[in-house]
């Protein structure tokens, strides 16, 4: 089992930055792929970006060249760096594990981007 606990989350002036990390209750080398996914008000849970185990990244087009995942396994958490934020990108950001075959949530840090 894995417990994740999001932060950073909060109100940012369009064009503005934050950071988000995601804290794992396990060691997060163990875990095959970590992931950002956001959930605007009205609309289905959407991916923002993972990261695999070995390093390998994925984006969704509309946050590719903004936003960054990392991770640091001796602190076992993953982060996502971003950056030009817009007001689209208002939402509740998820951390979600995929470790042995199960998906891990956690229960999500607000971002609102406003002027």
């Known amino acids: 089992q894995v417990q994740l606990v999001e932060s950073g989350g909060g109100l940012v002036q369009p064009g503005g930055s934050l950071r988000l990390s995601c804290a794992a209750s396990?060691?997060?080398?163990?875990?095959?792929?970590m992931g950002w996914y956001h959930q605007a008000p009205g609309k289905e849970r959407e991916l923002v970006a993972t990261?695999?185990?070995?390093?390998?990244?994925n984006y969704a087009d509309s946050v590719k060249g903004r936003f960054t995942i990392s991770r640091d396994n001796p602190k076992n958490t993953v982060y996502l760096q971003m950056n030009s934020l817009k007001p689209e990108d208002t939402a509740v950001y998820y951390c979600?594990?995929?470790?042995?075959?199960?998906?891990?949530w956690g229960k999500g840090t607000l971002v609102t981007v406003s002027s």
């Open positions: 979600r594990a995929d470790y042995l075959g199960m998906n891990y």
């Open positions: 990261i695999t185990n070995s390093g390998l990244t």
């Open positions: 396990r060691s997060i080398s163990s875990i095959y792929r």
